[in-house]
């Protein structure tokens, strides 16, 4: 299993940190663009424009390059930095995109969506349209979304925990294909291994994670950060103590969640009914 690089940060800003990564990448392997652009079919003067920071690329010809130069998810956590760049993200979440693409484990709550991991390409669409974006940008961002699940794939991908309050899934995409391709996706997910997917039921009442969605991350060094987020904002915590309270948190409503097997046979359920449901 290939180690998970460290993304460090040289170049300040996220685009020209992004083609300085592709540069560095392809001379430590002492070839040309003509050679990478024969090895991985593409035209080679594509990825001269990527390393010039004339254009940033689609997530398919990134992934090929994370695949060649043994970099999971690396490149695609650089690509959606600098293609948010010009977007909605702050500081913070660049900072949390970073610490993601390096973390040996993640595991996540979510109190109102489903994690962008986890989202179809529809799910993904509606949720950003329903934040104001719209046209060319509302397009980059599901790409990046889209990509980001790659982070997911492959021998070396981090274990990932995630546990839904069920109203995430009582809350359904106005597109009843859509809702049931994503309920269909997440039932897949959920049986793959390295991903756990648990349900938190509406009777589990009040708990201490009721009012943000939150992500923990175990980093290489062995430390764990967090980051909490509502439609709002976004906070990136790195503190030892406040970081360890919230591991406590996420444990005692991991107590109060259906088992992954019963979390499952929830899904399944759930897509039963809508598959009754007939198309609008």
Not at 33 to 52: A, H, N, T, Y
Not at 96 to 118: D, I, K
Not at 246 to 257: E, F, G, I, K, N
Request: proline residues 5%; contains cysteine.
């Amino acid at each position: 299993m290939p180690t998970r690089r460290v993304v460090t940060g040289r170049s300040r800003e996220p685009p020209a940190r992004f083609a300085e990564e592709l540069r560095l990448l392809r001379t430590a392997r002492g070839q040309s663009l003509r050679q990478l652009g024969e090895r991985l079919g593409w035209d080679w003067s594509l990825f001269g424009k990527m390393e010039k920071g004339e254009t940033l690329g689609g997530p398919e010809v990134v992934q090929a390059l994370d695949t060649y130069y043994g970099t999971p998810g690396l490149l695609l956590a650089l690509w959606e930095l600098a293609v948010s760049d010009k977007s909605q993200f702050r500081e913070g979440y660049r900072r949390y995109m970073a610490l993601e693409a390096e973390a040996t484990s993640l595991w996540h709550f979510a109190v109102s969506v489903l994690p962008g991991l986890l989202q179809t390409e529809g799910y993904a669409r509606e949720l950003l349209a329903a934040g104001g974006l719209k046209g060319e940008e509302l397009d980059q961002q599901v790409e990046a979304r889209m990509g980001r699940r790659e982070l997911l794939e492959g021998d070396s991908a981090p274990p990932f925990r995630t546990i839904l309050s069920e109203s995430v899934l009582r809350t359904p995409l106005t597109d009843v294909g859509e809702w049931r391709g994503q309920l269909e996706y997440l039932g897949a997910m959920s049986e793959r291994a390295g991903v756990t997917v648990q349900v938190l039921p509406f009777g589990a009442g009040l708990h201490g994670l009721v009012s943000a969605d939150m992500w923990y991350l175990r980093l290489p060094d062995g430390r764990t950060v967090a980051y909490t987020e509502n439609g709002y904002r976004g906070e990136l915590i790195e503190e030892t103590a406040p970081v360890e309270r919230l591991q406590l948190t996420y444990d005692s409503v991991r107590d109060l969640a259906l088992s992954p097997a019963k979390s499952r046979k929830l899904i399944l359920r759930m897509l039963e009914e809508f598959s009754c449901e007939p198309s609008t």
